[in-house]
C-alpha cells in the first residue's frame, strides 16, 4: 500500500511562489514514477507533472518554464516547485504515483488528500 501526503498550499498574489512537497510512505513493486494533478472548480483534474524513479521529468505545456518538479529519495518526498504563480492556478494540487512507460505518465490508484493553491490578483 502508498500513502501519499501534500502539503505547502496556501493563498499567494500573482506573481509569486510556492513549493507543494508530497510525503510517500509504503512501495507497490509495479510503481516506477510519481506526479502531480491539479483540479480547478468546475474543471476536470489535469495532469501537470511527472517524475519517473530515475528522475526524468515531463511537464503539460502549460505549465513549462514555471513548474519543477522534483523528488528527494533520502525523505521519500516529491516537490513541485511553482513560480511566476496566475490566477489560473488556482486548483487543488494532488499527488499521485504511478507508472512510466512509452505511453507516458499512467496513474494507479493512489491519490494524496490534495492541497490547495489560491493564486489571488
Known amino acids: 500500500q502508498v500513502q501519499l501526503v501534500e502539503s505547502g498550499g496556501g493563498l499567494v498574489q500573482a506573481g509569486g511562489s510556492l513549493r507543494l512537497s508530497c510525503a510517500t510512505s509504503?512501495?507497490?513493486?509495479?510503481?516506477?514514477?510519481k506526479a502531480w494533478y491539479r483540479q480547478a472548480p468546475g474543471k476536470q483534474r489535469e495532469l501537470v507533472a511527472s517524475?519517473?524513479?530515475?528522475?526524468?521529468?515531463r511537464y503539460a505545456d502549460s505549465v513549462k518554464g514555471r513548474f519543477t518538479i522534483s523528488k528527494d529519495n533520502a525523505k521519500n518526498t516529491v516537490y513541485l516547485q511553482i513560480n511566476s504563480l496566475k490566477p489560473e492556478d488556482t486548483a487543488t494540487y494532488y499527488c499521485?504515483?504511478?507508472?512510466?512507460?512509452?505511453?507516458?505518465?499512467?496513474?494507479?490508484?493512489?491519490w494524496g488528500k490534495g492541497t490547495l493553491v489560491t493564486v489571488s490578483s
Open positions: 499521485n504515483a504511478g507508472t512510466w512507460s512509452t505511453r507516458g505518465y499512467v496513474a494507479m490508484n493512489y
Open positions: 509504503g512501495s507497490i513493486f509495479s510503481i516506477n514514477a
Open positions: 517524475i519517473t524513479d530515475g528522475g526524468t521529468t
